[in-house]
């Protein structure tokens, strides 16, 4: 009996020493506390929102209380790298946040955006001074925040030994990302030398790089 308890307790030991660092490891990650509105592990909270901060998508206060601004917070950093958007901090995300935090700024997100095509629809109630027709402008944009809108910039093609553009006005800044602006153009804004570009928002706050796919296109 005394060497079958023996054994056993050697075989138990065997079997923790061989488990241990995976248990270390799983418990050493930055975050690892499931978080959401009803918690109240401040600390944990506050090296959330430090990370969201950082990450320039927590526009509140950190002083760890997970309320309606952290939330958002989550939904974004969850949007931003195609998780489901629930606002709260579980395994998957907290996963993605710890890839995020031990990688830096290499594994943030790169968002990009493409303009696609301009395409002619008939302009009703067209004011006298304008005889073009009203303009879709189409574009796609891959791994956008979904609270972050589009600059849509007019712009002059100047000929020379490099291609290069005049910047005309803006005909949106941060409009809605939804993938289409209707635009009437003002007198002489249609020509072979005017064109249309769409940009990544001015005035939102990337945790990433965004970036411009593809030329320009011509206002016909």
Known sequence: MK??????LLIVASLVYVMLPALVSANSSYFNVFLSKSSSQKNEVIKLQEFLNNQGILNGKID???????????MAFQTNYGLKADGRFGPI???KANMVYEGGLASKVSSGISLKSIEKSSLLGASALSSNSLLKIIWEA???PKDAGVDINLIRKIEGPVTSYEFIRKIAVDTLNDGREDWAPQKGEAGSDMYI??????TYNFSGSCQIAGAPMKVQ
């Open 3 to 8: 060497i079958y308890k023996i054994s056993y």
């Open 197 to 202: 570009e769409v940009t990544c928002s001015s």
């Open 93 to 95: 995300t907290q996963s």
């Open 142 to 144: 891959s791994s956008y």
């Open 64 to 74: 760890g209380i997970f309320g309606l601004g952290t939330s958002k917070a989550v």
